[in-house]
């Protein structure tokens, strides 16, 4: 029954191609954008570059919260980690994230008490259970993220936890796509926008891209149909010469996001003036920090940190390949210095990162094409 | 990662309205309900879970998409199943 499926999909597939290319100006090519880890997974996993025409291709973006973390920051939260009265917890991607003397995992390996956690609230309940340790969240994500350290955070304050802090490393999506936008490396037609951020901040945030860089957006699901369905509406807009946001993933996004979840980021929560984006260099107003009233939750206050910037390792490329300019294996060590087993960078380390996505599932797409020539050829 | 994992609610705690019982492929656990306060889903709805807050509601058919896609990530959704099945929210 999967394959009979499998197969209608690839019908659909073909025929979703056809539209998009029928849609194509002679001598034009376009670029898309696409922000958002799982898109990159469903476009890498299927090849859908295959199916659309040699005129456009698609770009992976800056949606990988973890890849953008600049090496400082993660030496900043392995001083925290080494301080005897505290535990870290963090999620299991920030484990490998490579600072410049070593990851969570090493320090861990090498006796620090750094622990790894699926959700905050596991945080919180650690907690409650060392209340002589202070215990410190590492708090990593975009806006799908952090309502979740937000409603927390409520929670620790409404318990009166005086053992709880977060040390908050949420950055917004916005800025960065703005970034992208403003650089002149790329010159982008449209953006395939986010899938599950989307849920909590909405279309609206998106409408300044339509409106000030008249460039469509189609916020977009994450099945290969839904990929290929959302880059036929953003060709038909640019051939109707639209620039608007749409919505494909209505189905699970809706139009106005999740207030009760932006009002927890807000109660919580502010922006700070400026925050370093790995690749990105300092974007402002792009990421966000504790709140004066939760102050006694926040690391950054309770404890100090080096603060330190680090360059990234020469041979990393990691700055160019979030920007989109580079493709994962234009990077100079992708597969060969730089590999999921001895990452340099953190777009090889993160499952959302695109040098992971592709090291996973783009080699894979080689062969199958190749073996499809092969089959072809055989009489 | 920054996805959603699809879980149905089997139940909502009943001392404290913020947590329910989720099913997730077979792992049950105790998530927070608070971001959709809303409108509160019932036993038997389909929510989208990120570390262990739902996001938002969605439809069965939604669901089993969602599931089929993890699925086939392999290696980041066992990791993400792994945590949850380490996860004791209460």
Same mark, same amino acid.
């Given at each position: ?38 898109h /990159?997974? /469903? ?16 770009v ?28 870290? /917890? ?12 070593g ?37 990593i994500?975009?806006? /799908? ?22 040390f ?26 986010? %899938?599950?951020?989307?849920?909590v901040?909405?279309?609206?945030? *998106? ?52 207030v ?18 790995? %690749? ?13 009233? *939760? ?23 990691? %700055?160019?390949?979030?920007? %989109? ?33 592709? *090291? ?20 | ?33 608070g ?36 699925e ?18 209460e």
């Amino acid at each position: 029954m999967r394959f009979v499926d499998e197969f209608r999909d690839a019908d659909k597939a073909h025929a979703l191609a056809a539209k998009i290319a029928a849609l194509c100006e002679p001598g034009r090519s376009y670029k898309f954008m696409e922000v958002c880890g799982g898109h /990159t997974h /469903t476009i890498y996993k299927h090849g859908l570059e295959d199916y659309l025409p040699e005129a456009i291709t698609l770009v992976h973006g800056p949606g990988c919260p973890v890849c953008v973390i600049p090496m400082g920051r993660v030496d900043d939260a392995m001083h925290l980690a080494s301080r005897p009265d505290v535990i870290m /917890t963090s999620f299991g991607d920030m484990m490998r994230v490579p600072g410049s003397q070593g990851s969570f995992f090493d320090a861990k390996a090498a006796g620090t008490d750094i622990r790894m956690v699926y959700s905050p609230l596991d945080s919180l309940k650690i907690a409650r259970q060392n209340p002589d340790r202070q215990v410190v969240f590492m708090a990593i994500g975009f806006e /799908t993220t952090a309502p979740s350290t937000a409603m927390t955070m409520l929670r620790a304050f409404s318990e009166g936890l005086t053992n709880f802090s977060v040390f908050c490393n949420h950055v917004t999506i916005i800025p960065a796509i703005k970034a992208i936008l403003d650089s002149p490396d790329l010159r982008l037609d449209g953006f395939i926008g986010p %899938g599950h951020v989307s849920t909590v901040i909405g279309c609206r945030p *998106y409408e300044f891209i339509a409106r000030d860089y008249r460039k469509p957006v189609v916020v977009a699901g994450f099945e290969p149909l839904d990929i290929l369905q959302s880059i036929y509406m953003l060709m038909l807009q640019l051939s109707s010469g639209r620039s608007e946001i749409e919505n494909q993933y209505s189905r699970v996004v809706p139009w106005d996001g999740n207030v009760v979840a932006l009002k927890a980021i807000g109660e919580t929560m502010e922006l700070r003036p400026y925050f370093e984006w790995r %690749g990105l260099g300092f974007i402002s107003h792009s990421a966000l920090r504790v709140r004066e009233k *939760y102050a006694a939750m926040d690391a950054e206050r309770l404890f100090s940190v080096p603060g330190v910037r680090v360059a990234d390792p020469k041979a990393c490329q990691c %700055g160019e390949v979030l920007k %989109g300019v580079l493709k994962p294996w234009e990077c100079k060590v992708f597969g060969t210095a730089c590999t999921p087993e001895t990452p340099i960078g953190t777009c090889m380390v993160s499952p959302e990162g695109a040098c992971a996505a592709y *090291y996973n599932y783009g080699r894979m797409n080689r062969n199958r094409v190749a073996e499809a020539v092969v089959q072809a050829a055989r009489p | 990662m920054c996805l959603g994992i699809p879980g149905e609610v089997v139940e909502i705690h009943p001392e404290q309205p913020d947590l329910a019982k989720v099913n997730v492929s077979g792992v049950k656990r105790l998530i927070n309900i608070g971001l959709l306060s809303d409108d509160p889903p019932k036993p038997g709805e389909w929510v989208l879970i990120h570390v262990g807050f739902a996001l938002s509601k969605i439809d069965e058919a939604e669901a089993a998409a969602a599931m089929a896609f993890l699925e086939g990530i392999g290696q980041a959704y066992e990791d993400e199943i792994a945590a949850l099945r380490g996860s004791l929210i209460e």
